[in-house]
């Protein structure tokens, strides 16, 4: 079953730049596929997208593994992650707001807003 993620929103990522704001992007890893959104150039702690993803061999139950990451020259930071299981039970759309976490004490990082559908 086809599953169709829309990345709308981060808030309240920790920001890592010494000089100037975090450029922030998002990946989103489900069934073997990866996909990532568009940088947002100097977007700080939080940033808005409203980007549509679909993962054409997504299995009901599978998990998404959510990561934002501040895009630098060398290597990127990675700032909070998430894993969800979306829980589709027929058409329509569902939101999904879920808690970053980073590091081994998983520490809160902030929030993504996401809206899934089957296809």
């Known amino acids: 079953m086809p599953l169709r993620v829309r990345v709308v929103s981060v808030a309240g990522v ?3 730049d010494d000089f100037g704001s975090n450029d922030l992007y998002v990946t989103l890893t489900t069934g073997g596929q ?3 959104t568009t940088v947002k150039k100097g977007a700080g702690r939080q940033a808005i997208w409203d980007e549509a ?3 054409p061999n997504w299995t009901p ?3 998404i593994e959510i990561e934002v990451k501040d895009k630098d020259p060398l290597k990127d930071d990675k700032l909070g992650k998430v894993k969800i299981t979306p ?3 027929g058409p329509g759309e569902k939101e999904v707001v879920a808690e970053l976490h980073h590091g081994l004490l998983h520490k809160k990082r ?3 807003n996401l809206i899934v559908s089957a296809q």
């Open 14 to 16: 920790q920001d890592e």
């Open 34 to 36: 990866t996909e990532k």
């Open 53 to 55: 993803f679909v993962f």
């Open 61 to 63: 139950g599978s998990p």
């Open 87 to 89: 829980e589709i039970s």
């Open 110 to 112: 902030g929030v993504i």
